[in-house]
């Protein structure tokens, strides 16, 4: 279920404000079991420009229906069945999307699995360089403390990426991918020629490196053909 009750205001720059309200509940196969609950309050900001600001807040409800890392890293795992319950908050802005410079920022704080807690803020910074080009930065950064043996985890996850726009029919897209919790980089390449409509030709290179030596984990190319049969 979804409740949204929006106000409109006259002759300022926000175009509309409003809350929403919001729930997801996740049974089991039978259907008498809860398994997974997010419930969710958020107050929205729209300007004129159509950039937006929200602050939210959410009670979150998990049971594991298998064993479970909550940091990824290799150590000891939540056992299947336990059931873990916090209440989180946080805020987002996205600027106005027409701009060439375009950029969001959200955080969120609050708790996680095993009674731990969770410090989270991510980053999107854009350019355009109309009509060929697009550049775009991301990065999200995340501090969790758990009990033992997890204990204090620290994570950055950091992306730039390219899109070119050669023809209307030609493009190249290139991204990097540095993930601090695998101990991985990624190197991703994508020539697409779309030779007619919805029919395509693609041409992707991609290389897996670890972080500390560069040395190759594994590498692929990668050629993929579309057609659209029309019957």
Request: glycine share 6%; proline share 5%.
């Amino acid at each position: 279920p979804v409740v949204t009750r929006l106000f409109f205001p006259k002759g300022t720059k926000v175009l509309s404000h409003g809350p929403r309200f919001f729930s997801t509940v996740f049974l089991d196969e039978r259907g008498s079991s809860r398994t997974d609950n997010e419930t969710v309050l958020v107050y929205v900001w729209t300007l004129r420009t159509q950039s937006t600001f929200a602050v939210w807040c959410a009670d979150n409800y998990v049971k594991l229906l298998s064993p479970f890392d909550p940091t990824n890293s290799g150590l000891d795992q939540l056992p299947s069945g336990s059931r873990h319950h916090w209440f989180a908050y946080g805020f987002d802005y996205f600027s106005k999307p027409q701009q060439l410079f375009t950029y969001s920022f959200s955080g969120r704080a609050g708790g996680y699995y095993a009674d731990g807690s969770r410090l989270n803020f991510t980053s999107e910074l854009g350019y355009r360089f109309q009509p060929f080009v697009s550049l775009l930065v991301n990065s999200t950064y995340n501090y969790i403390n758990l009990p033992e043996p997890w204990g204090q985890r620290t994570f950055w996850l950091i992306g730039p990426r390219l899109d070119v726009t050669m023809t209307n029919r030609l493009f190249f897209t290139a991204f990097v991918q540095y993930n601090e919790q695998v101990k991985n980089v990624n190197l991703n390449t994508r020539l697409q020629w779309r030779y007619q409509p919805a029919s395509d030709l693609f041409i992707v290179y991609t290389d897996n490196y670890f972080a500390d030596s560069f040395h190759v984990k594994n590498r692929a190319l990668v050629i993929k053909w579309t057609y659209w049969w029309n019957i």
